[in-house]
């Protein structure tokens, strides 16, 4: 073995990657494609043996990152801004609705008010709660 010393191997193992990146993409991409079938069974089997060890390292990393968290569901909201960190600090310092005004409690829930008919630029409006979300006119 060429390197017999640990650290040298994974900085070589490095520095490999990063000089073959798309190559190692193409090979990573075509070794799925032929072994996609045993390789979603081997992730559903893991899944099912170890629910209980994923469902608390998920809620441990929620709990650590909840930034990271709530700004994956916005994307996936289809919302868009420029500085997620930011917006996200903002969110969480509010605790009136930008609308209404009234406080937010457990059946008044903050919300992220969005324009939906903009697809290439910031389209959050409003941090209001639920009840204004609903009812906002564009």
């Known amino acids: 073995m060429p390197h017999k010393d640990k650290e040298e191997r994974k900085a070589y193992n490095k520095e490999y990657e990063a ?3 798309e ?3 193409a090979q990573r991409k075509e070794h ?6 045993r390789i979603r069974a081997e992730q559903k089997e893991y899944r099912a ?3 209980e060890m994923i469902a608390l390292r998920t809620k441990k990393d929620r709990a650590n990152n909840p930034d990271k968290f709530r700004i994956k569901k916005w994307k996936d909201q289809g919302i868009i801004d ?3 960190p930011l917006l996200h600090k903002v969110f969480m310092k509010e605790t009136n609705c ?3 005004g009234v406080k937010y409690s457990k059946t008044r829930i903050k919300c992220l008010e969005h ?3 903009i697809k290439d630029e910031p389209n959050v ?6 009840v204004c979300n609903v009812h906002v006119v564009c």
């Open 125 to 130: 409006r409003y941090i209001c709660c639920n």
């Open 19 to 21: 000089k073959n990146k």
């Open 49 to 51: 043996k170890n629910k």
């Open 115 to 117: 324009d939906h008919s």
């Open 82 to 84: 420029g500085d997620f």
């Open 32 to 37: 799925y494609q032929k072994n996609k079938e």
């Open 23 to 25: 190559k190692r993409k």
């Open 98 to 100: 930008w609308i209404c």
